[in-house]
């Protein structure tokens, strides 16, 4: 039988702290590899020429600690709880605002919430949106994903018909993207639900993006869809910041789930270039 | 694609007409931010036959909500949002004489109209390079509406800002240019 391990909220205050500066002001290592193998293959000069702007800016960035890019997101949080951990002095959602609102202080990033009416800013860049797990174990594992509005506001949720089939899932993910264009500041990465309901698949595939860009889906099914919806998408000619070329995506995620017989759900989260997420586990 | 241009707001019609889709300028001079809320307030200020809170005849705004200044700097990132949320206010601006417009992404067919009947041009910056763009600012001050926090409006002053012409007065359009250039499908 296994012993309950005891994690103090502070120490989630400090780590999801932690966490917005570091996911605001450095890019991820996996992205700064996949801009320079994607400069060897763009066939546009002007192409080539923003990802090497991508990289000086990224350069700056961390040279200066100041966030690579100035829609420093609403605070996505990810937190997959052991059921072997207790936490302690204090309310966990709470701990979480705090950390966000200590964080973008701190780092000077851009608090990006507002009332969807009246449009004033919470000033805090909270409420923190914040999906729980619980997972065997007794770690906290916490990721922190700064999500900007111009690549979220291009992100669509499909009800399809299960008639329409794989074609059908294929189709909605192109659309998307092709409506999106220069938009949501490509080369882009997608993440694609498939399958759950109309609230699950979004959250995840929205979850897809904590994945590293190098990495290879389990599941194969997943893996071919992955590299046949990246071939397709890079096929469009949008390329890097819309301007034209064969750099529109970076890498596509895809999570496969069974469905109601009636459904067939897709969500298609599409992410900026900056792809950024940073994580912890306590 | 031409060598790089230079512009100097405030800009003339032959600054504008000069320009092709796909040209690469450099900005050197004074601009103005704004965005969402801001436009808002600037058209219903307009409607109301008040003052705009910065010229615009020649003027050339910036779509940009920056991040807050680190100690010692005059501004945050400061890269690109992106404009087809300012597609419903930009027409009036031009009618009133903005010259260019610095964001990312497409316009819709009213601004690309308004571009040629007013001698406008849209200018793209690199989406997500915040912190490159902000190495061109040499100054920000806060003109209007400081309670919009990242949404006020700033008069920035620029040196060398590095620019793709998108939109230019005679419909060219490098997003669907470039995008034809490249498209094997």
Known sequence: ?282 | MSELIRLNPPLCDADVTQLTAGDKVLVSGTIYTGRDAAHKRIVDTLAQGGEPPFPLEGAMIFYVGPSPAPPGRVIGAAGPTTSYRMDAYAPTLMEKGLKAMIGKGKRNDEVKEAMAKYKAVYLAAIGGAGALMARCIKEAEVIAYPELGPEAVRRLVVQDMPLFVVNDVHGGDLYQQGRQAYARR
């Open chain 1, 1 to 282: 039988m296994s012993s309950v391990r005891t994690v103090e909220v502070s120490a989630i205050v400090d780590a999801v702290a932690r966490l917005c500066g570091e996911a605001d002001i450095y890019l991820p290592e996996d992205v700064r590899q996949a801009f320079t193998r994607a400069q060897a293959s763009e066939p546009s000069p002007v192409g080539r020429e923003v990802l090497e702007r991508l990289l000086e800016n990224a350069d700056i960035a961390a040279e200066e600690k100041m966030p690579i890019c100035q829609d420093c997101g609403l605070a996505i949080i990810f937190i997959d709880i052991g059921q072997d951990v207790h936490i302690t002095g204090g309310d966990l959602s709470e701990a979480i605002n705090e950390g966000v609102r200590r964080g973008y202080q701190e780092h000077h990033l851009r608090k990006s919430s507002c009332h969807p009416f009246t449009r004033l800013n919470t000033g805090d860049n909270t409420p923190a949106i914040i999906n729980y797990s619980i997972v065997p174990g007794d770690k906290v594992h916490l990721w922190v994903v700064p999500k900007g509005g111009g690549s979220e506001n291009m992100s669509r949720v499909f009800l399809l018909t299960p008639a329409v089939g794989l074609a059908g899932v294929k189709n909605a993910v192109m659309e998307t993207v092709t409506n999106a264009g220069p938009n949501p500041c490509p080369p882009i990465i997608l993440g694609v639900a498939v399958g759950g309901t109309f609230d699950q698949a979004a959250v995840r595939a929205k979850r897809t993006l904590l994945r590293e860009l190098d990495s290879v889906n389990p599941d194969p099914e997943a893996d071919q869809l992955e590299k046949e919806i990246l071939e397709e998408v890079n096929k469009l000619g949008i390329g890097p910041a819309g301007l034209g070329g064969g750099t529109t995506c970076l890498k596509v995620f895809v999570d496969i789930k069974p469905c109601h017989i009636a459904s067939l759900p897709v969500a298609v989260n599409v992410q900026c270039h900056a792809a950024r997420h940073k994580e912890a586990v306590l």
